[in-house]
């Protein structure tokens, strides 16, 4: 269970109740979607582009205001911690973005069909590691933020966090 963070200071609380709400949302849609119809696939696409576009910038949100500020203070204090720099190396966004992609070149309603297989069994691989990825976030790098930054620093960076987020 996640540790008792104080709302005010917890920079991923906002952010991934959005995250969740999109995984939630595209499993929906994909159950939804006639994979024989061109136009329900290209709308479909055209979602999970958002969808994605808005995990990509989730991502170098938070590279670029929280992992990056939490690696220079650990790295201060002389502390390793390789969770901290290789959080966001394996997710499988590009991956994901590439394939969304190649979907628009299905032509033939078979071709479609296998597509739909393949994207379906590829956002249930994604969501197997982003979900947990996003628990490590709450679970592991929310304390060590507690333990390194002041109550003052972290609810500063907690909105710019947000800030970043809504302006995309
Ligand atoms: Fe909050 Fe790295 O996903």
Redesign the pocket.
């Known amino acids: 269970m996640a540790p008792y963070v104080p709302e005010e200071v917890n920079v991923?609380s906002v952010?991934?109740s959005r995250?969740k709400e999109l995984v939630h949302n595209y499993f929906a849609m994909i159950q939804s979607t006639n994979f024989t119809d061109g136009v329900d696939l290209q709308q479909l696409l055209e979602c999970l582009s958002r969808i994605f576009f808005e995990f990509k910038t989730?991502?170098q949100i938070?590279n670029r205001f929280i992992m990056k500020r939490l690696k220079l203070k650990l790295k201060r204090l002389s502390i390793k911690n390789t969770a901290v720099c290789n959080?966001?190396k394996d997710?499988n966004l590009t991956e994901m973005i590439r394939l969304l992609k190649d979907g628009y070149k299905k032509k033939t309603e078979q071709d479609r069909l296998n597509y739909g297989l393949q994207l379906k069994k590829a956002l249930e691989d994604f969501t197997r590691i982003?979900l947990p990825?996003?628990k490590e976030?709450e679970e592991v790098f929310q304390p060590l933020l507690l333990q390194h930054f002041t109550y003052e620093e972290l609810r500063d960076l907690k909105q710019k966090v947000i800030q970043q987020h809504f302006e995309q």
Do not use: Q, T
């Open positions: 991923f952010p991934h995250m989730h991502e938070e959080c966001h997710n982003f990825h996003m976030e």
